[in-house]
């Protein structure tokens, strides 16, 4: 039987130490675009940030990316 | 109303140039270890790759690695 794959709800947050900040609320996409990341929504809406992709933890829905310097 | 967050399930391939190569299906966690990446699915199975996350894709259900040389 086919499972049918379920969308994705992640949110992506800015990790700075111990310190975590939202950024965007249910990420779709995430992609480099020159120096920045990309960050676009389900509902379309887009931000660019001078960041890495640090981890993913789809148990807790989390995206943490940390700055570039 | 609040709307109950859905578990993700993507799967991470490791790209280099345009070839794509699936590298663990239904990933759950992925974390910086070391000098690797640790990559948990949701059945709890894990890889250790000497890769950075490229870019997430989850309206395919993507996440895209790097190898690090």
Redesign the interface.
């Known amino acids: 039987m086919e499972r049918k ?6 949110n992506a947050y800015m990790i700075d130490g111990e310190n975590k900040t939202l950024v965007m609320e249910s ?6 675009e020159g120096e920045k990341l990309r960050l676009e929504n389900i509902f379309g809406e887009q931000k660019f940030i001078k960041a ?8 807790d ?1 989390q ?1 943490n990316l940390v700055a570039l310097s």
Do not use: Q, T, Y
């Not at 890495?52 to 148990?59: C, G, V």
């Open positions: 794959k379920r969308m994705c709800e992640a990420v779709d996409i995430i992609e480099p890495r992709i640090h981890s993913l933890a789809f148990n829905h995206i």
